[in-house]
């Protein structure tokens, strides 16, 4: 089984920044394409940031020039680190990765931007 465990969430000022982490262990084969999406209670989950195989990446408009998603894949790990902070990027995030084929969601962490 595999299983994500995401760590650097928490509470920020607006402006300010965080890193997330998330790592995968377990029966690992290959890891294609990783992820970071967020939810607001009440809302659907949506994609934040995407990164592929090779490190492409793609962004939400909304956090386009302020979030950086990256991947080192000897960890199976991918970070998001998320500056210039503002209310509205408050949510839970998730991180994600396709495994041997198979969607792995992590177990969500907080971040609450608030002043």
């Known amino acids: 089984q595999v299983q994500l465990v995401e760590s650097g969430g928490g509470n920020v000022q607006p402006g300010g920044s965080l890193r997330l982490s998330c790592v995968a262990s377990?029966?690992?084969?290959?890891?294609?394409?990783m992820g970071w999406y967020r939810q607001t209670p009440g809302s659907q989950r949506d994609w934040a940031a995407l990164?592929?195989?090779?490190?492409?990446?793609r962004y939400q408009d909304s956090v386009k020039g302020r979030f950086t998603i990256s991947r080192d894949n000897a960890k199976n790990a991918v970070y998001l680190q998320m500056d210039s902070l503002k209310s509205e990027d408050t949510a839970i995030y998730f991180c994600?990765?396709?495994?041997?084929?198979?969607?792995?969601w992590g177990q969500g962490t907080q971040v609450t931007v608030s002043s």
């Open positions: 990164i592929g195989t090779t490190g492409t990446t």
């Open positions: 377990g029966n690992i084969g290959s890891i294609t394409s």
């Open positions: 994600s990765m396709v495994v041997d084929r198979t969607s792995v």
